[in-house]
C-alpha cells in the first residue's frame, strides 16, 4: 500500500493524468512493453520455420521489482493478454519492418511473413495499405504470393517491398490481407513504423 501510495503521489506530481488518465493507465502502458518484447520474440521464432518452441520470461520473483516478465508476482499480467494473443494467432501476415523509425519522406523495406499452422496452400494476393499518422492513404499494392503450407508454418512470402512514408511524421500504420483465389480473405497482419521530421 505503501509503494502505491508513493507511485500515486508521483504520477499527481508529474500531471500524468492527461496522458495516462490513472496511475492503472500509467502501468499498463509500461507493462505493454514486455508483452510486446516477448510478442515479438514469439513472432521471430514462428517465421523462420525451425524451432519447436520458445519459452516466455514470465514470473517475476520479487515483490518491489518488476523487470521483463509479462505478469507480476501475483501473476496479474501486466498489460492486455491480447497483446500477446496476437502473435501466437494460428494463422496471421508477419510484417518485418527493416527500420522501425526513419525520416519522413523515405521508403521503408518490408518483408513480409505467414504464420500458417491451419494448412493454407497454393496461390494467393497480398493486399498492402500504408496509412500515415492522420490516416491518409500512403500506399497500396497487390501481390501475387504462393503459400507452400504442409510443414512449412512459417514462411517469407514478399522480400524487400519498398513503403513510402510521405512528409508527415508520426505513427504509420501497415496493413495486410491475404485473400485466396475467390477473393476470400484468410488472413491478416498489420505493423507500425515511426516517421520524424529533420
Same mark, same amino acid.
Given at each position: 500500500m505503501q509503494q502505491y501510495k508513493e507511485f500515486a503521489n508521483y504520477f499527481d506530481s508529474k500531471k500524468l493524468s492527461p496522458y495516462f488518465s490513472t496511475l492503472d493507465?500509467?502501468?499498463q502502458a509500461m507493462g505493454k512493453v514486455s508483452?510486446?518484447?516477448q510478442g515479438r520474440k514469439i513472432e521471430n521464432v514462428r517465421i523462420n520455420n525451425t524451432a519447436d518452441g520458445y519459452t516466455v520470461n514470465g514470473w517475476e520473483a520479487e515483490i518491489l521489482d518488476n523487470h521483463s516478465g509479462v505478469?507480476?508476482?501475483?501473476?496479474n499480467p501486466k498489460a492486455d493478454p491480447a *497483446?500477446?494473443?496476437?502473435?501466437?494467432q494460428p494463422l496471421y501476415v508477419a510484417i518485418k519492418t527493416r527500420q522501425q523509425?526513419?525520416?519522413?519522406?523515405?521508403? $521503408?523495406?518490408?518483408?513480409?511473413? *505467414? $504464420?500458417?499452422?491451419?494448412?493454407?496452400?497454393?496461390?494467393?494476393i497480398l493486399s498492402l495499405v500504408v496509412k500515415d499518422t492522420l490516416g491518409a492513404e500512403l500506399f497500396q499494392k497487390e501481390i501475387p504470393v504462393? *503459400?507452400?503450407?504442409?510443414? $512449412?508454418?512459417?514462411?517469407?512470402? #514478399?522480400?524487400g517491398i519498398e513503403i513510402p512514408t510521405g +512528409?508527415?511524421?508520426?505513427?504509420?500504420?501497415?496493413?495486410? $490481407?491475404? +485473400?485466396? #483465389?475467390?477473393?476470400?480473405e484468410v488472413a491478416t497482419g498489420r505493423e507500425f513504423f515511426l516517421t520524424v521530421n529533420n
Open positions: 493507465g500509467l502501468t508483452l510486446e518484447h505478469v507480476d508476482c501475483y501473476r *497483446i500477446l494473443a496476437y502473435y501466437n523509425v526513419v525520416k519522413a519522406s523515405e521508403k $521503408v523495406l518490408t518483408d513480409f511473413y *505467414i $504464420v500458417n499452422e491451419k494448412e493454407l496452400k497454393g496461390s494467393h504462393n *503459400i507452400i503450407g504442409g510443414e $512449412v508454418y512459417g514462411q517469407l512470402i #514478399a522480400e +512528409k508527415v511524421g508520426g505513427m504509420c500504420k501497415i496493413s495486410a $490481407v491475404l +485473400k485466396d #483465389a475467390s477473393g476470400k
